[in-house]
């Protein structure tokens, strides 16, 4: 008996006939019409689980399609139950059909690794055997090297202590499951949630990825709308200081203390400025020096300001920050050195970082008071 099986008795038990009566009324979900300008192209990902792999690239923005599938064997047209006895040479996988001029490959490939264990060549999770193996299927020369840099990456970061076994590997024919595998998530919600909670993934992603775990795509007009980043040695209002300590502790409040002169962190989702959608520029709460831009701001998911770039990189120090088990990379004020965050490589394009802010170490100053503010050259920016 397959664990999926074991798991959904254990899991649902008594309740089975209630949720069948359930999903039989269900619709299923919308699917997505792709806009008249779209550049539509297509990608296969082996992840384990089809129906957790499908569920997870559906929520990305640009995603026009998602199917669950087999590919990667030598037996045309296999049925399920044919892939799950391990003789067909095939896995289960997922063909994301999406449109590029709104995610890109990159991104998806971002989503991927937060949707698997790479180290793992055995299986996925509770799912075991080479039905189960997690591989990138490559349909071309672009996507190879793309996944080749995006695998080479996540294995330089050093999240992982063991090495990447996930294989990039030719496309070749993708088969479309059956049509009761497509959308599980939605058809069979209460049947998929106790898998999926009984399988460890969503417990394995957390504990690895922590607060990075839930990628955000940058959409494409952000992209564009980007600015050059700045690095002037010898900036207008260049005389940024640090007050002394006791100055800072009657100008500073508790938590805009502890953050910029203890290393501290505030809570997320829980702070001033984690959805600040305005116009304007992020400067140092001690100093005044500008930092960052709402140009270069995005919507991580994470709870914190986050940011692809600074707005003047002269201002940013790196250093590496050993606290916890894993190295990461701390941001500080260049004048001030105040602590402002953290930078990780998983962010969107143009540059792939992600500078995860406190706002508690920032000062917004928005685009009708820059001048006001002594910051009038940045104006033209916006």
């Not at 006895?85 to 709104?102: P, Q, W």
Request: charged share 25%.
């Amino acid at each position: 008996m397959r664990l999926k099986t074991v798991l959904f008795i254990l899991a649902i038990g008594f309740s089975s006939i209630v949720v069948a009566a359930a999903n039989w009324a269900r619709p299923a979900p919308e699917k997505r019409v792709a806009a008249v300008d779209a550049k539509i192209e297509s990608a296969v990902f082996a992840g384990g689980c089809f129906w957790c792999v499908e569920a997870n690239f559906e929520k990305v923005d640009g995603v026009v399609e998602v199917l669950s599938g087999y590919t990667g064997g030598h037996k045309e047209d296999p049925t399920y139950e044919e892939v799950c006895r391990h003789t067909t040479g095939h896995v289960e996988a997922v063909k994301v059909t999406y449109d590029s001029n709104r995610v890109a490959y990159d991104d998806l490939l971002e989503v991927f690794w937060r949707t698997v264990d790479p180290t793992d060549a055995g299986g996925q999770f509770v799912d075991r055997g080479e039905t189960y193996a997690s591989a990138i299927f490559v349909a071309n020369e672009d996507q190879r090297q793309l996944a080749q840099s995006s695998k080479q990456r996540l294995a330089d970061s050093g999240r992982f202590s063991k090495p990447l076994v996930t294989p990039i590997r030719d496309a070749v024919k993708f088969y479309v499951a059956e049509d009761y595998h497509q959308d599980y998530y939605h058809t069979h919600p209460l049947k998929y949630k106790a898998y999926r909670f009984g399988s460890g993934r969503d417990q394995f992603i957390s504990k690895t990825w922590g607060e990075d775990a839930h990628y955000q795509v940058l959409k494409k007009e952000m992209q564009v709308r980007s600015i050059p980043q700045l690095n002037w040695t010898n900036q207008p209002n260049s005389d940024f200081e640090k007050p002394v300590k006791s100055e800072l502790k009657n100008r500073l409040t508790n938590l805009q203390f502890d953050v910029t002169q203890r290393e501290g962190t505030e809570r997320p989702f829980q702070n001033e400025f984690w959805d600040e959608k305005r116009d304007g520029i992020y400067v140092d709460i001690v100093s005044g020096e500008p930092l960052f831009s709402s140009l270069d701001k995005f919507a991580s998911g994470t709870g914190w300001p986050s940011f692809v770039r600074p707005l003047v990189s002269s201002n940013i120090v790196q250093k590496v920050d050993r606290k916890l088990l894993a190295s990461r990379t701390e941001v500080r004020s260049k004048h001030a050195d105040s602590h402002l965050g953290h930078v990780f490589s998983d962010g969107p394009q143009p540059t792939g970082l992600r500078y995860c802010i406190n706002s508690a170490a920032l000062k917004f100053i928005p685009v009708e008071s820059l001048k006001s503010n002594g910051y009038g050259y940045f104006e033209d920016l916006f």
